[in-house]
């Protein structure tokens, strides 16, 4: 059993969030913007180097003119020969963590690309300006913009994919191999990466966040990242007035309603004990994917260090 609601139920669960009207124009505007930043990338070499892997600082250009970087970590040795590539998304509020971890991916083959995200814990710069509340975290930054284009993780969405793209450009890598991974919101951004880039082939997200936050709130999280949407309600708008204006432009980012657009095959992993992003906020979009896919249960597990992890998505992103 799920701490919230049985298996049997998650398996049909299809969320509770809704899915704004022009939800489809406004990825395909974004993509169109998107489309103008073209895949140039600065390399700077890292202090951190091995003798299997070269490591470099990668900048690029993000939508909105916001410097954006990577680490990125490449074998140095590939003898002309193009090999996978695998883009890594960090969890909320955290950077694209140490080297090693990408090195030894390198070591193997892959060349690897790991995102920081725009104004969090890496050097990924946030230059957006928005009207309305920008405390409490980045969920409800742009919430209260006229422009639902100036949501903060639009522009983050669209860097998941301008970094995929900037990897299928390289003369390294075959673009017909590219697989991508995260935790937490770094498994959200693999999800939206791959839902707005179709051409990514594997996708491991694990207990991904950003999804369903109508459901989230009415669990009554207030010890997680979806404390912002209590926050939001308690400061500006304590009689719900707006509720269905909020969860409506909310929409938008959530991850939910992009999960039918996937193509790549998916490994979703999730611990049914997850206080933080509740089990049926994920099933929520994993229901709705229509490509292969197989979701891996840790029942005693939540928001946590989960065994063996490491190992099994080593094994999946080496069938790429």
């Given at each position: 059993m799920a701490f919230e609601m049985s298996i049997e139920d998650l398996k049909s669960y299809m969320g509770r969030s809704p899915r704004p009207d022009d939800f489809d124009q406004y990825w395909e505007r974004a993509l169109k913007e998107l489309e103008e930043q073209g895949t140039d990338y600065e390399l700077v070499?890292?202090?951190?180097?091995?003798?299997?892997?070269?490591?470099?600082?990668?900048?690029?250009?993000?939508?909105?003119?916001?410097?954006?970087?990577?680490?990125?970590?490449?074998?140095?040795?590939?003898?002309?020969?193009?090999?996978?590539?695998?883009?890594?998304?960090?969890?909320?509020s955290s950077d694209s963590g140490d080297w090693l971890e990408k090195a030894a991916?390198?070591?193997?083959?892959?060349?690897?690309?790991?995102?920081?995200?725009?104004?969090?814990?890496?050097?990924?710069?946030?230059?957006?300006?928005?009207?309305?509340?920008?405390?409490?975290?980045h969920v409800i930054r742009g919430l209260d913009d006229p422009n639902p284009d100036n949501l903060y993780y639009r522009n983050v969405f669209l860097d998941t994919v301008q970094t995929v793209r900037i990897l299928m450009s390289m003369d390294q890598v075959d673009p017909e191999r590219i697989g991508v991974y995260g935790q937490s919101q770094?498994?959200?951004?693999?999800?939206?990466?791959a839902?707005?880039?179709?051409?990514?082939?594997?996708l491991v997200p694990v207990h991904p966040f950003l999804s369903d936050y109508k459901r989230a709130w009415e669990t009554n999280i207030t010890s997680s990242a979806y404390e912002e949407l209590v926050y939001y309600f308690r400061m500006f708008d304590p009689n719900h007035k707006r509720e269905d204006e909020v969860f409506n432009r909310l929409g938008y980012i959530d991850i939910q309603n992009l999960a039918d657009r996937i193509k790549a095959k998916v490994l979703w992993i999730t611990g049914l004990?997850?206080?933080?992003?509740?089990?049926?906020?994920?099933?929520?979009?994993?229901?709705?994917?229509?490509?292969?896919?197989?979701?891996?249960?840790y029942h005693e597990y939540g928001h946590e260090y989960l065994p063996y992890l490491s190992d099994r998505l080593f094994q999946v992103m080496s069938e790429l």
């Open positions: 070499p890292a202090e951190f180097q091995t003798e299997l892997a070269e490591c470099f600082h990668l900048y690029f250009t993000g939508v909105g003119g916001a410097r954006v970087h990577c680490k990125m970590a490449r074998p140095r040795q590939h003898e002309g020969r193009k090999g996978p590539g695998f883009a890594i998304f960090h969890g909320y991916y390198a070591a193997h083959g892959f060349t690897v690309l790991a995102l920081d995200c725009r104004g969090q814990g890496g050097l990924s710069e946030d230059n957006l300006n928005v009207k309305g509340t920008t405390i409490r975290g770094g498994g959200a951004l693999a999800v939206a990466c839902a707005l880039e179709p051409r990514v082939k594997s004990s997850d206080p933080i992003c509740p089990p049926s906020t994920q099933f929520a979009a994993y229901n709705k994917i229509q490509s292969e896919k197989d979701v891996l249960l």
